[in-house]
């Protein structure tokens, strides 16, 4: 098969699948390296294709449901990042992404599309077993979320649950 076949199936696939799909099952799927996946994906997305790239894979952005788009300033150490990113998914919010503004890089953004606990758990079981750092490190806690949401109502109740456990940055 050659590339380009192999990437509007790539693309195909992942019209197809309403879930994050990781590199190395894509790789499986098309007989070629993960290497060769990532590849493709950049390719894809020089040329126009919205694919995000999720902790738990790829996954095109024309597949999110639609909803209220919010955005939240938050402060924590690594120890309350699991709960604040329950909190979210417990009130029905999506957490598309967290933003960090660098220094010297300026605003820096992690893709996350964490929408029920177990992505949560999943994420968080990630980032121990790599032993990473939150971006929030960057700046001393601080940083955005951009939600979706699926009301007003949901997104005022979910930023004073924030609030009342002191994740919710208001100064």
């Known amino acids: 098969m050659k590339s380009e076949e192999r ?25 070629v390296s993960r290497q060769i ?39 924590h150490d690594m120890n309350g990042m699991e709960e604040e990113l329950n909190l ?30 177990y992505d949560v758990s999943g994420f968080m079981k990630k980032a121990r077993q790599e032993g990473t750092h939150a971006l929030s490190e960057l700046t001393d806690g601080i940083h955005l979320h951009t939600l979706r949401c699926p009301s007003e109502e949901t997104y005022s109740k979910l930023c004073e649950a924030l609030r009342k456990v002191g994740v919710l940055y208001e100064q």
Do not use: M
């Open 37 to 75: 996946i990532v590849g493709d994906v950049a390719i894809l997305r020089a040329g126009g294709a919205n694919i995000a790239a999720t902790p738990r894979g790829y996954l095109l952005q024309e597949q999110e449901p639609g909803g209220l788009i919010r955005r939240i300033a938050c402060i």
């Open 7 to 31: 990437r509007a199936q790539i693309l195909e696939y992942l019209r197809d699948k309403n879930a994050p799909v990781s590199a190395s099952v894509l790789a499986a799927e098309f007989s």
């Open 88 to 117: 979210c998914v417990d009130y029905g919010c999506s957490v598309l992404d967290v933003i960090v503004e660098h220094p010297v890089y300026g605003q820096l953004v992690g893709q996350l599309r964490l929408s029920s606990r």
